[in-house]
């Protein structure tokens, strides 16, 4: 495989202009070059790489199969760069992108980032929400935080943060519907009566758990489900029915009596996780990884477990 020229890179910024504008003349304007230069820079292109990029209908042009499959890979690079040149002009290495599970950003690490921004006022923590695998690089991410329920492509480094522990959480009136009285609680419990919440995001919350905790009973209650996770734990708030919470999402709302646990909670087999990239020693990313790790060891409960 053979390197690329240093004199093909013009031709490779005029090929990705054309072809995400599919005419010569709109990528000429926007380039500040006249039409025949850039029709003599494509073809220097085209005989770089030994086979026709474009169909020339008159005025107008289309990408020919080889030319789609160049325009993908230019596309990935040109937004590649894009990113480290956003990097560069919006910092001076003093912000960590990171990437955050939706239902843990809102319900765990935003109500605590303050804690942390004390701690490193010259550090900016920039948090966007997303599941599952992720690509750093081309999201632009420096780190990701993550439940480990998926398999990962990228040869990633993988910090451990903390065990989950799971268990049923509803509010306290929902709770009181179920078992009206203290003598009620040393009867068992009719499982039918139940409203189970089930959330798409964590489909076999209920079967894992109940399985786990030998309760299996417990899912002969009726059913109702929700899109997100985070809309599962606010409808058991809400007195909807009851919710598998993962303790580190629902630690607070413990805490301040709008949730209880009734049957307790029990490891989940999954583990917070931080992934960054192999081999790099960033003090900033450090300081928030140690951070994340001080303040998650503090989400494994003491009480109440099964």
């Known amino acids: ?29 926007k380039l500040c070059l006249t039409h025949g230069a850039i029709s003599k820079q494509i073809k220097v292109l085209e005989d770089y790489v030994g086979k026709p990029l474009f169909v020339r209908h008159g005025r107008h042009v289309s990408l020919t199969s080889d030319g789609e499959t160049l325009a993908h890979y230019t ?40 804690d942390f921004q004390d701690q490193h006022p010259d550090i900016d ?9 992720v690509n750093l690089q ?11 329920d998926f398999v990962l492509d990228q040869d990633y480094d993988k910090v451990h943060l903390v065990e989950e522990w799971v268990g049923p959480v509803c509010s306290p009136e929902y709770w009181q519907t179920i078992c009206p009285s203290e003598a009620d609680q040393n009867t068992p419990l009719h499982a039918a009566a139940l409203r189970l919440l089930h959330t798409h995001t964590r489909a076999t ?28 734990l606010q409808a058991a708030i809400d007195g909807l029915g009851i919710a598998i919470g993962s303790y580190p999402l629902v630690k607070d709302d413990l805490a301040r009596g709008a949730l209880i646990a009734p049957f307790g909670f029990i490891p989940s087999h999954h583990n ?24 998650l060891s503090q989400m494994i409960p003491t009480d109440n477990i099964n």
């Open 1 to 29: 495989m053979s390197l690329i020229h240093m004199r093909h890179l013009k031709a490779f910024q005029i090929f990705h202009t054309a072809a995400t504008s599919r005419s010569f003349t709109e990528a000429a304007t």
């Open 75 to 114: 596309q990935d690079a040109f937004s590649t760069l894009q990113i480290g040149i956003d990097k560069v002009m919006m910092s001076s290495h003093t912000a960590i992108d990171v990437s955050c599970e939706p239902t843990l950003t809102m319900r765990w690490l935003m109500p605590r980032l303050v």
């Open 125 to 133: 923590v920039r948090l966007s929400t997303a599941g599952g695998p």
């Open 138 to 148: 081309r999201a632009g991410f420096s780190l990701a935080i993550r439940r480990d």
């Open 205 to 232: 919350a209920w079967q894992t758990w109940a399985t786990d905790a030998e309760q299996t009973v417990l899912l002969d209650g009726q059913h109702r489900h929700f899109d997100h996770f985070y809309f599962c």
């Open 272 to 295: 917070y996780v931080v992934y960054k990239e192999r081999h790099t020693d960033d003090p900033q990313h450090t300081a928030f990884i140690s951070w994340l790790q001080q303040q």
